[in-house]
C-alpha cells in the first residue's frame, strides 16, 4: 500500500530525520471502492449536511441525531472500527479520508468525529468482548452516539488532576464529580469517564446516560460550533455496574492518552474538511464579486492569496495521509491485533501531534484569508464563511491545546533519540538541517522545546510537500519554510542563520 523506508521490518515512529523515506502514500494512491466510499461520505455531507446550516445552528431538536443515525445507515459511523461489531474495519487513512469529507461543516464535524472516533478508540483497544458487544453495535449503527469526558472546571491541560471520584460500593462503582466542555454531551447514550478510584488511580468508566445520579447541565455558550452539543456532565452518585470499569484500575491514562493520539491524527481531518470549503466558497465569491469593473478573481493579490490557501491545505493533507499510512502499515505489521494497535497509535503519537498541530494552524490561517476575499460581506453572518471562521478557532484548543502538543512532541522526540529509536541523521534539506542542529541543543525550558517543535513541524511537512513532489507548491512552501526554519533555530541558538539561495 505504501512504500516507506524504514530502518527496521517494522516502521518506527520519529525516524522522519535520520531516515528519510523515498516516497510517502498520497490522496491518489486511494483505489477503486475507497474512493466510492470517500465520494459517498462528500455527497452525504454536501446533500445533508451544507443543506441544513441553519438548523443545525440552531440545535432544532432531533435533527442532530437523525443525522448521525442517517450517517450509520450508510456505514459512516464506524468506517474503521472492527466488523464485528457492526463496522466496516477499513483502514485508518481511509478513514481519515472519509472524516475530512463529513467535516464540511464544524458542528456536524465534531458530533460525527466523537461518536465515530474518540468515543470508540477507548473501547476497541481496551473493552472486554462483553463490553464491546454491549457497547459497538450501536454506536457504529448510529443509533446510540457517544461521548468522551476527561475535562474538569479546574483541571484541563493538567488532565491528571482531575478530581471526579469514583468508589466501589456494594458492588457498583459510585461516580462524584463535574465533567466540563463534553462534546455531544445533550445527546449522548454512553460517556467515556475519567475518574479517580478512590480519589487516587486514574481510570477510565463506561457511563451510560440513563444511569442513576447522571444528569447534564445547559448548553454552553460558545463562539462557534453553534450546531454542535457542548455541556458538563454532571456526576452525583451515579451509579455504575462493576463491570463497566474499562481497561484496568489506575490504567485510566493509557485509555485517555491513546484515544488521544488517534484523536489527534482525526482532528487534523476534521481541520482540513472545512478550509476545503472555506477555500471553495471563497473562489465562488472571488468569480462573482466586481470591482474596478472586473472580477476581483483576476487580481494578483486575490489569486495569490489562492495560490498560498491551496499550498496549506496541500501541505496539511500530505502530512495527514502519509501519517495515515505508517499507522495503518503498523497495525498490518503487528497482526491487526489489539495490543498490535495499542502499539502502533503510541508509536506514531509524535506524527499524530505533528499533523494536529499543522492543519488546526493552516486552518485558522486558510479560513482568515479565504474571509478577507469576502471583503466587508465576510464579516456578516449573511454569507457562510463567518461561520468557517468562528468554527476554527476552537481546534488549537482542544485535543490537547498546541501550546501541550508543542511540549510534547520535542520531549518524545529526544527521549526516543536517546533511547535509541530514532536517530538525527544529517538532515536532507535545509529545513531539516536546521532541525537536527536544533534538536542538539540539551535544554529543557518550555521556549526551547516550543522552538524544536515548530523544527520537526516544518521539517516533516516540508518533507512531506518535496516528496510529493508539486512543483507549483513547492514554490510557494519550501522558502516559507526555510524562513521559519531560520528563525526558530536563530531563537534557539542566538546566531544568525543564513537562507539558501539569498
Ligand atoms: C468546544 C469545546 C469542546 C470540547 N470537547 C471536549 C470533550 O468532548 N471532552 C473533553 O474531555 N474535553 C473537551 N474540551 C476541553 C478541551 O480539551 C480543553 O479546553 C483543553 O484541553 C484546554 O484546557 P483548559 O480549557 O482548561 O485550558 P488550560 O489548561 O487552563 O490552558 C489555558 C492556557 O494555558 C496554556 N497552558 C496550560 N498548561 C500549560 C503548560 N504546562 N505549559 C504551557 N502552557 C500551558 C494552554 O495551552 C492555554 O493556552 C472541549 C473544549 C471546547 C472549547
Not at 474512493?35 to 446533500?47: G, H, Q, T, V, Y
Not at 468508589?167 to 454531551?185: E, F, H
Not at 491545546?401 to 541523521?425: H, K, M, P, Y
Not at 519550501?478 to 543564513?498: C, D, H, K, M
Request: proline residues 4%; negative net charge; contains cysteine.
Amino acid at each position: 500500500m505504501v512504500a516507506v523506508t524504514t530502518p527496521s521490518s517494522r516502521p518506527l515512529g520519529c525516524t522522519f530525520l535520520g531516515a528519510p523515506p523515498s516516497s510517502i502514500f498520497t490522496v491518489s494512491d486511494f483505489v477503486g471502492d475507497e474512493n466510492l466510499m470517500i465520494e459517498a461520505a462528500e455527497d452525504f455531507s454536501r446533500k445533508e449536511i451544507l443543506t441544513r446550516l441553519e438548523e443545525i445552528d440552531r440545535q432544532e431538536p432531533g435533527l442532530m441525531p437523525r443525522l448521525i443515525r442517517e450517517a450509520g445507515a450508510l456505514g459512516l459511523c464506524g468506517v474503521d472500527a472492527p466488523e464485528a461489531y457492526g463496522g466496516l474495519g477499513l483502514s485508518k487513512n481511509l478513514a481519515a479520508r472519509i472524516l475530512e469529507m463529513m467535516s464540511l461543516n464544524g458542528s456536524f464535524s465534531v458530533t460525527y468525529g466523537i461518536t465515530s472516533g474518540i468515543s470508540q478508540v477507548g473501547l476497541t483497544l481496551f473493552g472486554t468482548e462483553g463490553q464491546k458487544q454491549r457497547f459497538l453495535p450501536s454506536l457504529t449503527s448510529g443509533e446510540s452516539i457517544g461521548a468522551y469526558a476527561l475535562s474538569e472546571p479546574n483541571s484541563g491541560s493538567d488532565a491528571l488532576s482531575a478530581t471526579t471520584r469514583a468508589d466501589l460500593r456494594d458492588g457498583k462503582w459510585i461516580l462524584n464529580g463535574t465533567k466540563m466542555w463534553i462534546s455531544n454531551a445533550q445527546w449522548a447514550d454512553l460517556f467515556l469517564v475519567m475518574a479517580k478510584i478512590d480519589g487516587q488511580q486514574f481510570s477510565a468508566f463506561l457511563v451510560p446516560k440513563d444511569a442513576p445520579g447522571v444528569s447534564i447541565s445547559r448548553e454552553e455558550h460558545k463562539m462557534g460550533l453553534k450546531g454542535s452539543s457542548t455541556a458538563r456532565l454532571i456526576l452525583e452518585n451515579a451509579d455504575i455496574p462493576a463491570e463497566n470499569l474499562l481497561h484496568e484500575p489506575g490504567k485510566g491514562h493509557q485509555v485517555a492518552f491513546n484515544a488521544l493520539n488517534i484523536g489527534r491524527f482525526k482532528l487534523a481531518s476534521m481541520s482540513v474538511g472545512p478550509t476545503r470549503h472555506a477555500i471553495e466558497i471563497a473562489a465562488a465569491y472571488a468569480a462573482d464579486r466586481k470591482q474596478f469593473g472586473q472580477s476581483i478573481a483576476s487580481f494578483g493579490l486575490i489569486q495569490q492569496k489562492f495560490r498560498k490557501m491551496r499550498a496549506w491545505y496541500h501541505a496539511a493533507e500530505s502530512m495527514i495521509y502519509r501519517t495515515g499510512a505508517l499507522i495503518d502499515e503498523a497495525f498490518e505489521q503487528d497482526g491487526g491485533t489489539v495490543d498490535g494497535n495499542r502499539k502502533a497509535a503510541e508509536e506514531y503519537a509524535v506524527e499524530c501531534s505533528i499533523c494536529k498541530v499543522f492543519s488546526t494552524e493552516a486552518q485558522s490561517w486558510i479560513t482568515d484569508e479565504a474571509l478577507q476575499v469576502f471583503g466587508g460581506y465576510g464579516f456578516t453572518e449573511e454569507f457562510p464563511i463567518a461561520r468557517h471562521y468562528r468554527d476554527a478557532r476552537v481546534s488549537r484548543i482542544y485535543e490537547g491545546t498546541n501550546e501541550i502538543n508543542r511540549l510534547f512532541i520535542s520531549d518524545r522526540f529526544r527521549r526516543r533519540v536517546q533511547a535509541g529509536l530514532a536517530t538525527l541523521g544529517t538532515g536532507d534539506s535545509f529545513v531539516a538541517e536546521c532541525a537536527v542542529e536544533g534538536l542538539k541543543i540539551d535544554r529543557t525550558d518550555q521556549e526551547t522545546l516550543g522552538a524544536q517543535s515548530d523544527l520537526l513541524i516544518l521539517a516533516y511537512a516540508e518533507q512531506s510537500v518535496r516528496l510529493r513532489d508539486v512543483r507549483e507548491h513547492d514554490a510557494t512552501l519550501i522558502p516559507f519554510f526555510n524562513a521559519r526554519a531560520a528563525e526558530a533555530l536563530q531563537s534557539l541558538t542566538g546566531a544568525p542563520v543564513a537562507l539558501p539561495g539569498v
